[in-house]
């Protein structure tokens, strides 16, 4: 028997994409809002996927972030597969 979840949900949103990182943080996106140029530590980022989701840690809550900030924190978080995704379940 398969424990595999293949609708992962955040409350009752279904997760799109996620990351992990070694601080035990997760970025759960339940949608893309919208892609804007962003500007980080000075450099602009063209085309940056702004998601809406649900940040696990110490002050868990929904909202935006940025999938370029993410990206900048490698090699300390990144991207979880598709697979990956498909263990992942959070009820708030």
């Not at 293949?6 to 070694?22: C, H, M, N, Q, R």
């Not at 972030?65 to 990206?71: A, C, D, N």
Request: charged content about 30%; hydrophobic content about 40%.
């Amino acid at each position: 028997m398969s424990t595999f979840i293949k609708d992962s949900k955040v409350g009752d949103k279904l997760i799109i994409k996620a990351w992990e990182s070694f601080s035990g943080i997760y970025w759960l996106a339940t949608e893309l809002a919208y892609k804007q140029d962003s500007v980080i530590n000075g450099k602009v980022y063209k085309d940056d996927e702004i998601y809406f989701g649900f940040v696990t840690g110490p002050y868990p809550e929904w909202g935006y972030f940025s999938k370029t900030e993410i990206e900048l924190l490698k090699p300390m978080a990144w991207e979880l597969k598709k697979e990956a995704i498909g263990w992942l379940t959070k009820e708030c």
